[in-house]
């Protein structure tokens, strides 16, 4: 089986910064594209950022020139770092990945977690 665990969420004050990470573990044979997304309390889960394994990214309008999307193909680990962070960017965060399988890829979710810019 394969795990994505999240890290890095907490509290912090508009303007700070803070820096998810995604580790991927289990019977991995390669990862494909990884992506975070995020939901807002009573709001549909949108994607924040893309990457894929040979580091092209794509972004979400709503966090371009504040937001790097980055991972460590050797470690499976993806990582968000968030600067400038904005009340409107309260969500919970989750990663998401095409990881392959038994020579199939197959997507997984991390559990998520939580991020909070108070206003």
């Known amino acids: 089986q394969v795990q994505l665990v999240e890290s890095g969420g907490g509290l912090v004050q508009p303007g700070g910064s803070l820096r998810l990470s995604c580790a991927a573990s289990?019977?991995?044979?390669?990862?494909?594209?990884m992506n975070w997304y995020r939901q807002a309390p009573e709001k549909e889960r949108e994607l924040v950022a893309a990457?894929?394994?040979?580091?092209?990214?794509t972004y979400a309008d709503s966090v371009k020139g504040r937001f790097t999307i980055s991972r460590d193909n050797a470690k499976n680990t993806m990582y968000l770092q968030m600067n400038s962070l904005k009340p409107e960017d309260t969500a919970v965060y989750y990663c998401?990945?095409?990881?392959?399988?038994?020579?199939?890829?197959?997507?997984?979710w991390g559990q998520g977690t939580q991020v909070t810019v108070p206003s």
């Open positions: 998401n990945a095409n990881v392959l399988v038994n020579r199939r890829y197959q997507t997984y």
């Open positions: 289990g019977s991995i044979l390669s990862i494909g594209v």
């Open positions: 990457i894929t394994s040979g580091l092209s990214t």
